[in-house]
Every structure is written in structure tokens, then in C-alpha cells.
Nanobody, 122 residues
Framework: QVQLVESGGGLAQTGDSLKLSCQFS????????MAWYRQTPGQEREFVGA????????WYADSVMGRFSISRDDAKKTAFLNMTSLKPEDTAIYFC???????????????WGQGTQVTVSS
């Protein structure tokens, strides 16, 4: 069974950078597309970005385009979300997700992590 564990969240100030990590286990990492989502209280989970298999295409939400970037290290079975120029509206719980399908990973991924809190103060 695939398991995902996020880390790297915390408190930041406007304009700061943070890098989230997602440790993958329970499967062959290189077979999976990886995504990041975020959620604030009372809101639906929002797609942030996704990356196909290693070296593949990346997709980003308009709200983070040019500020956030997704990468992966297949040897370490880890996906990353590098967040720069953080804004207070980026405050949310960030979730890592995985799916074998590059369409499903952006819509309804099969596997989810437990989330990590990111708080950006003004």
C-alpha cells in the first residue's frame, strides 16, 4: 500500500521561501505521478501543482504559477514543493498525492498524505 508522508511545513513571513517534502513508500515511485494540493478551513481542497513521471510535464495552478515549483528525486522516492515569494493567502494545509495516471493525479488521486501546515504571516 502506497504511503505518503509530508514534511517541511511551518511558519513563514511574506516573501519567504519554504520547501515541502513528500516521502513515498509502498510501491515503485517512478511509476507514479505526484501532486500537491492545499486546503483551508471551510474550503474544498485546491490543486496546487503536479508532475508526471520523472522528467515529465508539470502543471501548476494559476495562483502559484511562477512562485512554486515541483520536483522529484526518484532515487530517494521523494517529491518536493519549492515555494517562493510566499503570501498570506498561501496559508493552508498542504497535501501530497500520488496516482499512476497523470490525469487522475490532478483530479482525484488514489493516495494522499496526512498534510503539513504552512502559515504565512504578513
Amino acid at each position: 500500500q502506497v504511503q505518503l508522508v509530508e514534511s517541511g511545513g511551518g511558519l513563514a513571513q511574506t516573501g519567504d521561501s519554504l520547501k515541502l517534502s513528500c516521502q513515498f513508500s509502498g510501491g515503485t515511485f517512478s511509476n507514479y505521478c505526484m501532486a500537491w494540493y492545499r486546503q483551508t478551513p471551510g474550503q474544498e481542497r485546491e490543486f496546487v501543482g503536479a508532475m508526471a513521471w520523472s522528467g515529465g510535464t508539470r502543471w501548476y495552478a494559476d495562483s502559484v504559477m511562477g512562485r512554486f515549483s515541483i520536483s522529484r528525486d526518484d532515487a530517494k522516492k521523494t517529491a518536493f514543493l519549492n515555494m517562493t515569494s510566499l503570501k498570506p493567502e498561501d496559508t493552508a494545509i498542504y497535501f501530497c498525492a500520488a496516482d499512476r495516471n497523470y490525469v487522475k493525479v490532478r483530479q482525484s488521486p488514489a493516495y494522499w498524505g496526512q498534510g503539513t501546515q504552512v502559515t504565512v504571516s504578513s
